[in-house]
């Protein structure tokens, strides 16, 4: 069965940077677009990031552009976001995502438990 299970997650101070991984299992990950989205606290789902099957095209949030990087390492079968100049409002609840095609279209299928993230001095 698939699962995607993220880690990472902890207490960073503003300015800070953490690397979350989201291992996956149970499908040919290589075939498929992943992403990152977050909740805070009484807030909607955000999409963060997403990026191809193969790594070749990435995209980001506004709020995180130039500040987050996604990756992947289709080798290990694991999903990366590096989270660099971290801020107070970048606290949430990150998950991984499973895309249904190529393609990062936001169409997911499957989901991570999710690992917290704290930005606090």
């Known amino acids: 069965q698939v699962q995607l299970v993220e880690s990472g997650g902890g207490l960073a101070q503003p300015g800070g940077s953490l690397r979350l991984s989201c291992a996956a299992s149970g499908f040919t990950f290589s075939s498929y677009a992943m992403s990152w989205a977050r909740q805070a606290p009484g807030k909607g789902l955000e999409w963060v990031s997403g990026?191809?099957?193969?790594?070749?095209?990435?995209y980001y949030a506004d709020s995180v552009k130039g500040r987050f990087t996604i990756s992947r390492d289709n080798a290990k079968n694991t999903l990366y976001l590096q989270m660099n100049s971290l801020k107070p409002e970048d606290t949430a609840l990150y998950y991984c995502a499973k895309d249904r095609t190529i393609a990062p279209a936001r169409e997911y299928d499957y989901w991570g438990q999710g690992t917290q993230v704290t930005v606090s001095s």
């Open positions: 990026i191809y099957s193969d790594g070749s095209d990435t």
